[in-house]
């Protein structure tokens, strides 16, 4: 069983940057694709950043360019780094790891853009 928690979540103001982390017990971690989604209220879950076991990353549009997902495996977490931070950006964010044909979700952390 693996489990992934999430930290870093918070209120921010436009324009404002953040970054959210993502630790995994076990040790499947580098074999691991790993990813952010979010959630706003009355919205789909939506993918935010990818990033698969060799570095290789993609993104929406809609953060493109400014949010950064990067990992330690050292350490089993995963990192997003969001800049520019936009109102549009508030929502829950989840951290999710696939290994194996199987896929684990953390509790989710709330970040909230408001000015």
């Known amino acids: 069983q693996v489990q992934l928690v999430e930290s870093g979540g918070g209120l921010v103001q436009p324009g404002d940057s953040l970054r959210l982390s993502c630790t995994a017990s076990?040790?499947?971690?580098?074999?691991?694709?790993m990813a952010w989604y979010r959630q706003a209220p009355g919205q789909e879950r939506e993918l935010v950043a990818r990033?698969?076991?060799?570095?290789?990353?993609n993104y929406p549009d809609s953060v493109l360019g400014r949010f950064l997902i990067s990992r330690d495996n050292a350490k089993n977490t995963v990192y997003l780094q969001m800049n520019s931070l936009q109102e549009e950006d508030s929502a829950l964010y989840y951290c999710?790891?696939?290994?194996?044909?199987?896929?684990?979700w953390g509790q989710g952390t709330q970040v909230t853009v408001s000015s």
């Open positions: 999710c790891a696939g290994v194996a044909g199987a896929v684990y």
């Open positions: 076990g040790n499947i971690f580098s074999r691991a694709t």
């Open positions: 990033i698969f076991s060799n570095n290789y990353t």
